[in-house]
């Protein structure tokens, strides 16, 4: 049982650049969300999904594109890089959005700096 | 709107003190459940404790305790007898039960030194 899995790990931009990391969850769970983690931020979310084919935006979602195609996968698109978004992304599922009284599980996080 | 403050920015102890993080937050909710997690240096998040807003007993986990107080919107997190290996940021959370997110405090970034 993987749990969530983000890939990659470590990314460098460059400027207008465009990438998508990648979220997959193994645990059927019908909630998933992004969140980035600033110094003295803590995490803020970018966007969420309650389930294949809806998704919503969060706290900070301009410069992100998500999708839900399915349960399993939630990827997080920057369409045009800027130094501003250099960060570390969390990716996280629960069981429901109904049942947010149930753990977040997050990804291992992704460190991303655009130069 | 829900808001969780962490008033700690950054905490120092010697081991073997006792620590206590502090977590206020704000909610017109009369559900809603609060978390604590913690980061340790290698990055991940681990979740610690979940309670419910109809649920103000105190909860102990060997070194750690949970004290919730309605009355004063606080959930602050104590270790006993802090190790090094307490060493990490802990971050306070809380969703709302008709709510779709967790909003997560600032963090507190504890450091246990020897």
């Known amino acids: 049982n993987a749990g969530v899995t983000q890939t990659p790990k470590f990314q460098v931009l460059k400027t207008g650049q465009s990438m998508t990391l990648q979220c997959a969850q193994d645990?059927?769970?019908?909630?998933m969300s992004w969140y980035r983690q600033d110094p003295g931020m803590g995490l803020r979310l970018i966007h969420y999904?309650?389930?294949?084919?809806?998704?919503d935006q969060g706290e900070v979602p301009n410069g992100y594109n998500v999708s839900r195609s399915t349960t399993e996968d939630f990827p997080l698109r920057l369409l045009s890089a800027a130094p501003s978004q250099t960060s570390v992304y969390f990716c996280?599922?629960?069981?429901?959005?109904?049942?947010?009284?149930?753990?977040?599980?997050f990804g291992q996080g992704t460190r991303l700096t655009v130069v | 709107a829900q808001k969780v403050t962490q008033a700690q920015t950054e905490i120092s102890v010697v081991e073997k003190e006792d620590v206590t993080l502090d977590c206020v937050y704000e909610?017109?909710?009369?559900?809603?459940?609060l978390f604590w997690y913690k980061q340790p240096p290698s990055g991940e998040l681990v979740f610690l404790i979940r309670r419910n807003s109809f649920d103000e007993q105190n909860e102990i986990s060997g070194r750690y305790s949970w004290n919730f107080q309605k009355s004063t919107s606080s959930f602050n997190f104590t270790i006993t007898a802090s190790q090094v290996v307490d060493s990490a940021v802990y971050f306070c959370?809380?969703?709302?039960?008709?709510?779709?997110?967790?909003?997560f405090g600032a963090g507190t970034i504890l450091r246990v030194k020897s």
């Open positions: 645990m059927n769970h019908e909630y």
């Open positions: 959370a809380l969703s709302e039960a008709n709510g779709n997110k967790l909003v």
């Open positions: 996280a599922s629960s069981y429901s959005v109904m049942r947010m009284n149930t753990e977040a599980f």
């Open positions: 999904s309650v389930g294949a084919g809806i998704t």
């Open positions: 909610t017109r909710d009369t559900t809603y459940y």
